[in-house]
């Protein structure tokens, strides 16, 4: 199959609002992959999904889900069954892992540690690092290239995820650099990112990520976005 056959359009979502996003310390006594959406989290996937329906033209949707509680809430709140069919739940777009159970305390120390270390080298005790994720983000890049080959292939694809993991499937399918990723925010609850194919079969965002620190893109950094 040619290039003609790659998706028009790639969204990647960020999970609702969870129920950690209001307070931490529920990691002390709920696993990470357990968190579940706030009612707020519901709304917020719901008013997403109606946007991505008119994104993708009420078009099927091959979907890529990250098994976690909020993830897989996030996916049925969109109300998008109609043209999803049957999603993928996919290990390798979880979360960064953190810990198991944590320590809320010691987590805020790793956080001021990670600040200062670098958010893509730093890894969590017990955890992992940004540079672990990019690696199986790695990936799973390879088994949704091959998938876009199939004869069922979809026009519109929907991945399901979480903020860092977000910023890297980015940073990997953009060749960003470390210092670029560094300076990136995560984008808010049930906001989304979209890879437009262009004319010349390649894609760009349609708007960039916030920055929380200084730095001044590349050019090919910036020509990642419309």
């Known amino acids: 199959m040619g290039l003609s056959h790659r998706p028009l359009r790639i969204a990647l979502i960020r999970h609702g609002e969870s129920e950690a996003n209001l307070d ?3 990691y002390e006594r709920t696993p990470d992959h357990a968190v579940p959406l706030t ?3 519901h709304e917020q996937a719901a008013k997403a999904g109606r946007e991505l329906r008119e994104l993708f033209e009420n ?3 091959r979907v890529y889900v990250s098994p976690y ?3 897989r809430q996030t996916l049925d709140s969109l109300g998008l069954d109609d043209l999803i069919g049957v999603p993928r739940e996919e290990p390798r777009l979880r979360e960064q ?3 198991n159970l944590q320590d809320t305390a010691d987590i805020e120390r790793q956080e001021e540690l990670r600040d ?3 958010h893509f080298f730093y890894r ?3 955890g992992e690092s940004g540079s672990d994720v990019y690696d199986r983000v790695s990936t799973f890049l390879e088994t949704m290239h091959r998938d876009f080959e199939k004869p069922d ?3 519109n694809v929907l991945l399901v995820s979480h903020g860092l993991t977000m910023r890297l499937f980015c940073m990997r399918w953009f060749h960003w650099s470390v210092r670029f990723f560094e300076s990136l925010r995560n984008p808010a609850n049930a906001e989304t990112r979209v890879l437009l194919r262009q004319p010349d079969f390649r894609y760009k965002l349609d708007r960039p990520f916030d920055q929380w620190t200084p730095y001044e893109p590349t050019e090919p950094e910036r020509s990642a976005w419309l």
């Open 24 to 26: 931490k310390t529920v």
């Open 39 to 41: 009612a707020l989290g």
């Open 59 to 61: 078009e099927p949707v």
């Open 69 to 71: 509680l909020r993830a």
């Open 97 to 99: 892992d953190w810990a």
């Open 116 to 118: 200062s270390f670098g």
């Open 124 to 126: 969590f005790t017990h």
């Open 153 to 155: 292939a979809a026009r």
